[in-house]
């Protein structure tokens, strides 16, 4: 379900998020936060009315996993065909496709097993929907969040060389994991990161990474790319 729409007024964005996930990962960052916060459900001829009278540039989908959302594809649509706006997936873990304009895939693993016991699932249809949206025409973007001796610099290497053989310049940001009470992985360090930016700038030529405390993440709203208002 949808629960929430917020603003950005500075880059003119709204993000509606979705509740629910299809996948289970082990180092989900959803549960450092939501912590017994109550959710409830925002209907989707309320999110239209709030999208329809904001000045916005672009709508983000965001979740959870937004693709698991029956409603998302009639949202898209509206933002794109009667609003005239950029419609683009925030941030999906892969396992489905929709129309939008950007999506940014966050690729657990390249190694099956791995994401099978990392998140729950295989990850056979995040990497042929990958080839098949960048084919459709979508702006993609792909993400890994880096784990030390977990999915560490061998797997980025693989997801590396993976997204190159689609296209080279495709954006490739990595994420250094915060970790995740119950999880045995630690925080990787400045260095860790670089060195994996390293290892994947061998083959794409648009790569960053990015490297948060604990606190940092909590506080993300202290920047202004992500600072927003509710709205709905
Ligand atoms: S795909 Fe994303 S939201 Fe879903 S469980 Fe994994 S990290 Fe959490």
Known sequence: MFYKVTYNMEFKRANVHN????????????????????????GLEQIKKTLGKLDVDRVHFVGGEPTTNP????LISFVKNDLGVYACLGHTNGSNIVDVDESNVSIKSYTDKLHV???????????????????????????????????????IEKIAKFVAGIDESIPYHIVGYVP?????????????????S???KRY??????????KEEFFNLSSDSRYKSVRVA
């Open 71 to 74: 409603e998302l594809p009639e």
């Open 19 to 42: 509740n629910g996930c299809n996948f289970r990962c082990r180092g989900c960052s959803y549960k450092l936060k939501n912590g017994g916060q109550e959710i409830k459900p925002v």
């Open 198 to 200: 390293r290892i994947a």
């Open 180 to 196: 995740v009470p119950g999880t045995p992985w630690r925080k990787p360090g400045y260095e860790d990161m670089k060195k994996a």
């Open 117 to 155: 016991n990392y998140t729950g699932a295989s990850n056979a249809n995040v990497l042929k929907n990958f080839e098949k949206a960048y084919s459709m025409g979508i702006k993609m973007k792909a993400s890994t969040v880096f784990i030390p001796d977990h999915i560490d610099n061998d797997e």
């Open 204 to 213: 794409l030529k648009n790569v960053t990474f990015s490297c948060l405390s």
